[in-house]
């Protein structure tokens, strides 16, 4: 069980391009340092420790720190890192002060001869929770090719990848539909994934759940599972009944300000041991 997440403070989130449908409308940046403290209370009372990286003028969107590496390693490989190539280049910058963060705690980092394709972090590589594959979202910003050389390279470390295909702009991160609740339920969004990308889905879980587009669009399925509870930024009815059915206790914040810029909990930090 991991137990403690990387976070960067909102103090120079903006929304300066639309890099994905759900941007256009301007931050309110006093709102947002007060949501995203409040997310980072509710994961702390969730149990997790916060580690912080300093944010970097300029870098508007630093603030999501799921998406500038991918990190994992077990026992026998230790801990690693990949570092992504972020699909906007005014994004590619956020990459090296997170691989210095972590280079400097000790994780190894593994360099990919990306070649030209991209690759997006844990906006679209999702680890199942017993860590035994590793999930791979792409079409909108990592990209195939991207994906199946981050697979090579975990194939050698020993962690199978499963390709999903996403189909629905508005999904445009594996994280906007695609959530594992535990090792046998998943928390979907159908829509947003090609034929084969449903069927692999449903090799790898026992209860596939499913959300409305209008859950989806709510970003139902950025939430964070932690210690039984499920962090999300809105509660239906719908996910009341999914999550005692699976005896998760929902935890409601408010991220309003982030979704302006296309992001929920999820996106807001990173899952670091
Ligand atoms: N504005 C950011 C972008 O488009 C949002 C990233 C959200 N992160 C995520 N893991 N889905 O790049």
Redesign the pocket.
């Known amino acids: 069980m991991s137990k403690t997440v990387l976070m960067c403070p909102p103090t120079f989130f903006e929304?300066r391009e639309a890099?994905?449908p759900?941007?256009g409308l301007a931050i309110d940046r006093v709102r947002a340092q007060h949501q995203w403290e409040n997310v980072q209370r509710s994961l702390r009372d969730s149990g997790l420790k916060i580690e912080l990286i300093d944010p970097v003028q300029g870098l508007?969107?630093m603030v999501?720190a799921?998406?500038q590496v991918f990190v994992g390693g077990d026992l026998q490989v230790g801990k690693f890192i990949v570092p992504s190539r972020?699909?906007?280049p005014s994004?590619q910058k956020e990459v090296a002060f997170y691989v210095e963060w972590f280079r400097h705690r000790g994780y190894r980092v593994v360099e990919l001869d990306l070649q030209g394709e991209y690759l997006?972090?844990?906006?679209?590589l999702l680890w199942h929770p017993d860590r035994s594959r590793i999930w791979a979202g792409f079409g909108f910003?990592s990209t195939r090719g991207g994906v199946e050389k981050f697979a090579a390279a975990m194939d050698k470390l020993g962690f199978p990848v499963t390709p999903l295909e996403l189909i629905d702009k508005h999904c445009?991160?594996l994280?906007?539909c695609f959530c594992p609740l535990n090792g046998s339920a998943v928390l979907i969004y159908p829509e947003a994934f090609s034929p084969a990308a449903i069927g692999a889905i449903g090799n790898g879980f026992e209860r596939i759940h499913h959300l409305t587009r209008d859950e989806a669009m709510q970003f139902i399925a950025?939430g964070v599972v932690v210690n039984g509870r499920f962090v999300t930024p809105r509660l239906t009815a719908n996910l009341t009944g999914i999550l005692a059915g699976e005896g998760l206790a929902p935890v409601v914040v408010d991220t309003s300000e982030?979704e302006k810029?296309?992001?929920?909990v999820?996106?807001?930090k990173t899952f670091i041991d």
């Open positions: 929304v890099k994905n759900h941007m508007d969107d999501f799921a998406n972020m699909r906007y994004r997006e972090g844990h906006g679209d910003r445009y991160h994280d906007t950025n982030f810029s296309g992001g929920s999820f996106c807001m």
